[in-house]
C-alpha cells in the first residue's frame, strides 16, 4: 500500500480567514498546510469538521508568562500552564514579553527569558521586549542586533516607576524602531497624574481595590496617548498603543488617523465585558481581581469600543493576560494581607477566554463579522509581529494551527479552564461558542477528550518585520 497522502485531513471545514469564507477539505503534512480544496485523497487520520466554522488559530500578541516580578508578586501561569491555557482556548501562537528591568542589559532579559520558556510551551512562541533602561549601548547595539535576530517589536510604558520612560528616551526609543521598521508598542497612561490621584486618595483614606479606578481617570490615558501620537509624529514612526480602554483614547487614535498618521491600536476582552463596577461597588477586597491597567470603564465606552472593533479602528485584539492569584500572598494578597490599591498586582487573567469570548459576543452577536474576528485575534497580529502567513492565516504553506469551532452554549467556570489561576472576571457567564478542537502543527491539542499535552512542541519564531505598513524606501525614511 502507497502512503497517505497527508498525515491529516480535516474534511468538510468552512474556513474562516480574514477576507474570505469557503467551504474545503484541509490537507496537512509534517505540521504544515499542503492543500485545500474538495474531496482530496485521504489522511493518515480524518477528523470530520462536519460543516462547522474553521479559523485560523489565535495569535495572542500581548499576555504575559513567568515574566519576573519585585517579590513577594509571582505570576500564576508560566510557559506550561500558560500555552496549555492558550491551546484550550483556541490560541496558538503566544507573544509575551521579555522584560528588561533597569540596569539589565537586554539581552540577558532575552536569555534569562529563552531559559523560562525553553521545553515547557505547548504552542509556539515569540517575544516582544520591554525596553525600561534605553542606554546608548542598548539603543546603538542590543536592540539593532536583537531586531535583526527577530525580536522585532518593543513595549515602552509611559508609568510604573521601575518601567516608565521620559518623553526623550521614549524619542530615543522610537527612533530605532524607525530606522529598523521595528514595531513600537505604547502602555499609555501618565504616570504624574496617578501618582498625584494616588496620594490624594490615601490621604481621604480612599484605598480600596475600586478605589485603583479613580486614580486612573480616562484623562490620563487620553493624554498619556495623545503625547505618544505626537511623539511618534515627531519621529515619523508606525506605533501600536495597546490596551485601549475607552473613548477618550479612542478620539486620539481616530484624530491621528485622519491625520494619515500610523497609529495602530489593541484593544482586550477587559474593556468589553467588565466595567469598573467590577472593582466593587463597596469596599470589598473581592474587587482585586479585576484590578488592571488601564481600569475598565462603564458600559457606554463598552459600547465605544464595540463600534471600533467593528469600524476598523482596532487592530488587534488580545488578551493581556497577566495571571495572579487572588487568594495568595504571590498574587492580589502580598504577603497574605489585603493591602491598599496601589500595591495590588495589576492584571486579570484571560489567555484561554479571549477567543471565545470575542466569537460568542462579537461575531454570534452579531457585532462583527466573522472575517473581522480572524482579523483581530489572529491574522492582523501575525502581520504586525512579522508571523504572516507562517501563521494568522488557512492558506498552503501556512503552519496547520486551526480551530473547528463548536457553537453551543456553556457557563464559564473557571474550574473548568485550564490556566494556573484561581479565579476567572468572567465566572458564570454565558457563551455561545467554544473551540470543539485546535490543531497546533497538526496536531491536536484540545478536542473533546481534553487537553493532550507535548511540553516542547511549543517553538520559539524569530519574527519578521511587521507587514501592516509598507516599509519605506531608505531614501524616504532618511
Ligand atoms: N497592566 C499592564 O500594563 N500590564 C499587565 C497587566 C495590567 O493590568
Ligand atoms: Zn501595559
Ligand atoms: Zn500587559
Known amino acids: 500500500m502507497s502512503q497517505p497522502a497527508f498525515d491529516l485531513v480535516v474534511r468538510n471545514a468552512l474556513i474562516a480567514t480574514a477576507s474570505d469564507t469557503y467551504a474545503a477539505d484541509i490537507g496537512i503534512r509534517d505540521g504544515r498546510i499542503v492543500q485545500l480544496g474538495a474531496s482530496l485523497a485521504p489522511g493518515a487520520r480524518e477528523i470530520d469538521a462536519e460543516g462547522r466554522v474553521v479559523t485560523p488559530g489565535g495569535v495572542d500578541a500581548h499576555c504575559h508568562l513567568d515574566q519576573p516580578m519585585e517579590p513577594p508578586a509571582r505570576m500564576a501561569d508560566d510557559f506550561d500552564s500558560g500555552t496549555r491555557a492558550a491551546a484550550c482556548g483556541g490560541t496558538t501562537t503566544v507573544i509575551p514579553f521579555a522584560a528588561q528591568e533597569k540596569g539589565q542589559s537586554l539581552r540577558a532579559a532575552v536569555d534569562d527569558y529563552h531559559r523560562r520558556a525553553n521545553g515547557r510551551a505547548h504552542v509556539d512562541y515569540a517575544f516582544h521586549l520591554i525596553v525600561s533602561d534605553p542606554t546608548p549601548q542598548v539603543l546603538n547595539e542590543e536592540l539593532p542586533a536583537l531586531i535583526a535576530e527577530g525580536y522585532t517589536s518593543f513595549k515602552i510604558y509611559m508609568t510604573y516607576d521601575d518601567l516608565k520612560l521620559d518623553d526623550g528616551q521614549m524619542l530615543d526609543v522610537f527612533d ?261 478542537v485546535t490543531l497546533a502543527q497538526g496536531e491536536v491539542v484540545w478536542d473533546e477528550q481534553g487537553f493532550h499535552p507535548r511540553q516542547g512542541r511549543g517553538r520559539f519564531l524569530a519574527c519578521g518585520l511587521p507587514t501592516l505598513v509598507p516599509r519605506k524606501s531608505q531614501e524616504e525614511s532618511l
Open 176 to 436: 530605532v524602531a524607525r530606522k529598523h521598521g521595528a514595531m513600537a508598542m505604547v502602555h499609555a497612561e501618565n504616570a504624574d497624574c496617578i501618582e498625584w490621584l494616588t496620594k490624594k486618595l490615601e490621604a481621604a483614606g480612599r484605598t480600596a481595590p475600586r478605589f485603583h479606578a479613580h486614580s486612573r481617570p480616562m484623562l490620563v490615558e487620553r493624554e498619556a496617548t495623545q503625547r505618544a501620537i505626537a511623539l511618534a509624529e515627531l519621529v515619523d514612526v508606525p506605533i501600536l498603543i495597546v490596551h485601549v480602554s475607552g473613548r477618550e483614547a479612542v478620539e486620539q487614535i481616530r484624530w491621528a488617523r485622519s491625520h494619515g498618521l500610523n497609529v495602530f491600536a489593541e484593544t482586550c476582552p477587559q474593556y468589553l465585558f467588565l466595567s469598573a463596577e467590577d472593582l466593587g461597588l463597596d469596599n470589598s477586597y473581592m474587587g482585586a481581581r479585576c484590578v488592571c491597567s488601564p481600569p475598565p470603564r462603564d458600559k457606554r465606552n463598552q459600547e465605544i469600543i464595540w463600534r471600533g472593533l467593528a469600524d476598523g479602528l482596532f487592530t488587534i485584539f488580545s488578551s493581556d493576560h497577566a495571571p495572579f492569584n487572588f487568594d495568595s500572598p504571590e498574587g492580589k494578597k502580598p504577603g497574605g494581607e489585603e493591602v491598599t490599591f496601589r500595591h495590588i498586582p495589576n492584571g486579570i487573567p484571560g489567555i484561554e477566554t479571549r477567543m471565545p469570548l470575542l466569537y460568542s459576543e462579537g461575531v454570534l452577536g452579531g457585532r462583527i463579522t466573522l472575517n473581522r474576528f480572524v482579523e483581530l485575534t489572529s491574522t492582523n497580529p501575525a502581520k504586525a509581529y512579522g508571523l504572516h502567513p507562517r501563521k494568522g492565516t488557512i492558506a498552503v504553506g501556512s503552519d496547520a494551527d486551526l480551530v473547528i469551532w463548536d457553537e453551543r452554549t456553556l457557563t464559564l467556570k473557571n474550574t473548568q479552564l485550564h490556566h494556573n489561576v484561581d479565579y476567572t472576571p468572567y465566572e458564570g457567564m454565558t457563551l455561545k461558542a467554544w473551540p470543539a
